[in-house]
């Protein structure tokens, strides 16, 4: 099976469920539940208000923001209220950063000759002592704590992205999660071994993917199967027969989407 770009929410579909890389990555099937992907809608509509309103100074601002781009996202309205405290949380903890950054900065790096890694970070701070902080920020519930960092594949991806764009030494590179809805930061440092076996790790996934068929591609159950965009379509919930009729009136996605 062909794979010559790999991302973490890539990696991570194959690792996790099988069957949700296939209709993902391989049939590119346009999402038949989109219903059980409002927290994943609200996380997008925050994280694009703080990628344009890095340079405000007022909540104001970010609301207009906020209001021009809300139509694109759907969520419940059960989510509204926590708009106001992501916005206030957000402008207190940005005006306390140094302002030299890159916000949602899109990397490529080359693993091998022919597997390139790929992603988009939040943001990467630059401090004037010369350490840099790589910041993804979170609008789920559950809070990672530190340990939990420690093995956490997309911190180890973007501190190997920083490290590789900013020529910083690994040791002086951090990896934190940022919760605007209680506005606590959670930070954790990598050694040089740890970062670069993810990166083998990755090479080695690239290669289980490529060995692959389409009947490899089958389903697991996790703890996100609730929430999976395309559970309608899974023989694991559903009538075989009822899956055959779903999968034969799905679209494909255009070309240039994810």
């Known amino acids: 099976m062909e794979c010559n770009k790999i991302s973490n929410s890539k990696r991570e579909s194959f690792n996790k469920c099988r069957l949700k890389y296939k209709f993902n990555y391989v049939n590119r099937f346009e999402e038949t539940d989109p219903g059980n992907t409002g927290a994943l809608h ?36 059960s989510y509204n209220k926590k708009i106001e405290v992501c916005l206030k949380n957000f402008l207190r903890f940005n005006a306390q950063l140094p302002k030299d950054s890159l916000v949602e900065h899109h990397f490529q790096e080359q693993l091998t000759p022919d597997i390139n890694h790929e992603g988009y970070i939040d943001r990467i701070i ?9 910041i993804d920020y979170k609008t789920s519930k559950r809070e ?41 930061l959670v930070s954790a440092t990598y050694t040089e071994q740890a970062i670069f076996q993810h990166v083998r790790d990755i090479v080695e996934d690239v290669k ?51």
Do not use: M
């Not at 609200?42 to 340079?55: A, D, L, R």
């Not at 089958?218 to 199967?225: I, Q």
């Open 42 to 77: 609200f996380g997008s509509f925050i994280h694009e208000i703080f990628e344009k309103g890095v340079g405000a100074v007022k909540v104001e601002q970010l609301w207009s923001i906020a209001n021009k781009i809300k139509d694109k996202y759907k969520f419940p309205a």
């Open 208 to 258: 289980k993917i490529r060995g692959c068929k389409e009947d490899d591609l089958y389903p697991t159950k996790n703890e996100f199967c609730d929430w999976c965009s395309y559970k309608s379509l899974c023989n694991l919930y559903n009538d075989p027969t009822t899956v055959a009729g779903r999968i034969n009136e799905c679209k494909v996605r255009p070309k240039g989407k994810r």
């Open 126 to 134: 630059k401090a004037p002592d010369g350490s840099v902080v790589v």
């Open 144 to 184: 990672k704590n530190k340990f939990e960092l420690f093995s956490d594949t997309q911190g180890k991806s973007y501190v190997y992205a920083a490290h590789k764009l900013t020529n910083t030494p690994i040791r002086k590179i951090s990896f934190a999660h940022y919760y605007p809805l209680t506005n606590n």
